[in-house]
């Protein structure tokens, strides 16, 4: 029985999230476009993963907690200022998921936004001119009183969902299909791809880790480049997310009031 009400529970949760404090907009791309975003910014994102984006030209997003800094976590080695800095150098997109890594659901809209005013406010003192234009939810899909304050400061806000985005979307909680939910089906990861180019549509792809011995948040690097180099050869275009929002003229700006 408490199984079944854990899952009423969440299942009430996500329905809330995905229809309530909606941001809708009509996606129309004249090709199809795929992102590569990485939560929480390990070390391993940028050595490994940003190492093998950049052997195909392209850039990925970088959703960055700075409470996160220099620490261990689950998915590894964090990231420090250095490795901040270099991704920015590198052409890469840096966007926030919070100072806290704050629990999308349970934490209180109000302590979540001070969250993401505080996260911009330590990254300018790392990175001189560095904003972030996109979010992304940790940990859980977001209350819809966390989407509303959210989408004061971003130009879209990124979840989960294992697909991509297609005609009408939630601004305010895009699709994202996390690799390592089929690190051990590549098949699979493909076919997403070349729907999302059949239709016209953005995939925005995610992890965390990307290392020989990942984290369950991760994949490897054989995996990930397998990824990349199918992504390259579709039809789509790669691109960061805050680029992809310019392709469909969405204003891209720096947070209010930070």
Same mark, same amino acid.
């Given at each position: 029985?408490?199984?079944?009400?854990?899952?009423?529970?969440?299942?009430?949760?996500r329905a809330m999230s995905a229809?309530?404090?909606?941001?809708?907009?009509?996606?129309?791309?004249?090709?199809?476009?795929?992102?590569?975003?990485?939560?929480?910014?390990?070390?391993?994102?940028?050595?490994?993963?940003?190492?093998?984006?950049?052997?195909?030209?392209?850039?990925?997003?970088?959703?960055?907690?700075?409470?996160?800094?220099?620490?261990?976590?689950?998915?590894?080695?964090?990231?420090?200022?250095?490795?901040?800095?270099?991704?920015?150098?590198?052409?890469?997109?840096m966007g926030c998921h919070t100072?806290?890594?704050?629990?999308?659901?349970?934490?209180?809209?109000?302590?979540?936004?001070?969250?993401?005013?505080?996260?911009?406010?330590?990254?300018?003192?790392?990175?001189?001119?560095?904003?972030? *234009?996109?979010?992304?939810?940790?940990?859980?899909?977001? &209350?819809? $009183?966390?989407?509303?304050?959210? /989408?004061? #400061?971003?130009? =879209?806000?990124?979840?989960?969902?294992?697909?991509?985005?297609?005609?009408?979307?939630?601004?305010?909680?895009?699709?994202?299909?996390?690799?390592?939910?089929?690190?051990?089906?590549?098949? *699979?990861?493909?076919?997403?791809?070349?729907?999302?180019? &059949?239709? $016209?549509?953005?995939?925005?792809? /995610?992890? #965390?880790?990307? =290392?020989?011995?990942?984290?369950?948040?991760?994949?490897?690097?054989?995996?990930?480049?397998?990824?990349?180099?199918?992504?390259?050869?579709?039809?789509?275009?790669?691109?960061?997310?805050?680029?992809?929002?310019?392709?469909?003229?969405?204003?891209?700006?720096?947070?209010?009031?930070?």
């Amino acid at each position: 029985m408490q199984n079944l009400l854990s899952r009423m529970q969440s299942w009430c949760r996500r329905a809330m999230s995905a229809h309530l404090a909606r941001r809708p907009f009509r996606l129309e791309c004249d090709r199809a476009i795929v992102s590569f975003t990485f939560d929480d910014f390990p070390r391993s994102a940028l050595t490994e993963g940003g190492r093998i984006l950049n052997q195909y030209g392209a850039k990925g997003t970088f959703y960055v907690s700075l409470g996160l800094m220099d620490q261990q976590i689950p998915a590894g080695e964090g990231f420090s200022a250095d490795d901040l800095r270099t991704a920015v150098a590198d052409g890469h997109e840096m966007g926030c998921h919070t100072y806290a890594h704050c629990h999308s659901w349970e934490t209180p809209p109000r302590v979540f936004e001070d969250s993401i005013l505080e996260n911009q406010r330590r990254v300018r003192e790392i990175a001189a001119g560095v904003t972030f *234009a996109t979010l992304s939810y940790p940990i859980h899909c977001p &209350r819809p $009183g966390t989407k509303r304050r959210a /989408a004061r #400061h971003f130009a =879209a806000c990124r979840g989960g969902g294992q697909t991509f985005n297609f005609g009408e979307v939630d601004l305010n909680s895009l699709s994202a299909y996390f690799l390592e939910k089929s690190r051990d089906n590549m098949g *699979a990861v493909r076919a997403m791809i070349d729907e999302t180019c &059949r239709v $016209g549509g953005w995939l925005i792809l /995610a992890t #965390h880790d990307v =290392a020989e011995n990942p984290s369950p948040f991760g994949c490897t690097p054989a995996f990930f480049e397998q990824v990349v180099e199918h992504a390259a050869k579709s039809e789509a275009q790669i691109c960061p997310v805050a680029k992809a929002l310019e392709l469909q003229e969405i204003q891209v700006q720096a947070p209010q009031s930070v």
